[in-house]
């Protein structure tokens, strides 16, 4: 079965660093979503990206992150320069769109980052 | 913004029984309510989605009951098992255009421990 995939699972970085989370959505989608979840707290979400721009992005979302589908197959999340704050995991998720089964979202495994 | 109210925070019931977790969401455009199920170090799941034309949905163990007028819905567990003991999440669409995805808001979730 289709998956959303995540790499890498774990990115330890010291904070002022700039990382990139990697993400490769379920082929057929068209919906591209970036979600955070802080340890033990519920999954938030950052943004949502269709037809190469940025749809909709939450007061999280600041200039210090930035999205970007670089080819045909992936889906990236930039952070220009990390705070402690942004230790999180950080989930992908696509979608469809399907009217039969409405906008259904599928997660990746996420990626662990612990900003030191 | 919207809100989602997911309650309990968590749950423990013995093997055999019967899991309820309940959630309540705000005025908003949606076309779907879906449930995510979430073990430790892992992404949520997507476990069952009810549209909210049906009042519920039916999926092996697990049902979804969709109270429209009450703006509630809730997530049945039957016949629990310690192997479904993880964090459960409801979630509520924002945002239906078709240009934009769903931007999802979850609740809180509920801890599930389903004792042997």
């Known amino acids: 079965e289709p998956e959303v995939t995540q790499t890498p699972s774990h990115q330890v970085t010291q904070m002022g660093q700039e990382v990139i989370l990697r993400c490769v959505p379920i082929s057929n989608h068209l919906y591209f979503y970036w979600y955070r979840q802080i340890l033990g707290q519920k999954v938030e979400f950052l943004v949502s990206f269709y037809n190469n721009e940025i749809s909709e992005k939450s007061e999280i979302f600041d200039d210090q992150f930035s999205v970007e589908r670089p080819d045909g197959s992936n889906f990236t999340l930039k952070i220009r320069s990390t705070k402690l704050e942004d230790s999180a995991m950080y989930f992908c998720a696509s979608s469809t769109r399907d009217w039969e089964s409405g906008d259904t979202q599928y997660f990746g495994p996420g990626t662990r980052l612990t900003v030191l | 913004q919207q809100q989602v109210k997911q309650s309990p925070q968590s749950l423990i019931v013995q093997k055999g029984g019967i899991s309820i977790i309940n959630c309540a969401y705000e005025?908003?455009?949606?076309?779907?309510f879906p449930w995510y199920q979430q073990f430790p170090g892992k992404g949520p799941a997507l476990l069952i989605a009810i549209r909210p034309d049906v009042s519920e949905k039916k999926e092996g163990r697990f049902t979804i009951s969709f109270n429209k007028s009450a703006k509630q819905f809730s997530l049945h567990i039957m016949d629990s098992q310690p192997g479904d003991s993880a964090t459960y999440f409801c979630a509520a669409p924002r945002g239906v255009r078709e240009t934009s995805g769903s931007r999802l808001t979850f609740g809180e979730g509920t801890q599930l421990t389903v004792n042997p």
């Open positions: 005025n908003t455009a949606f076309d779907y």
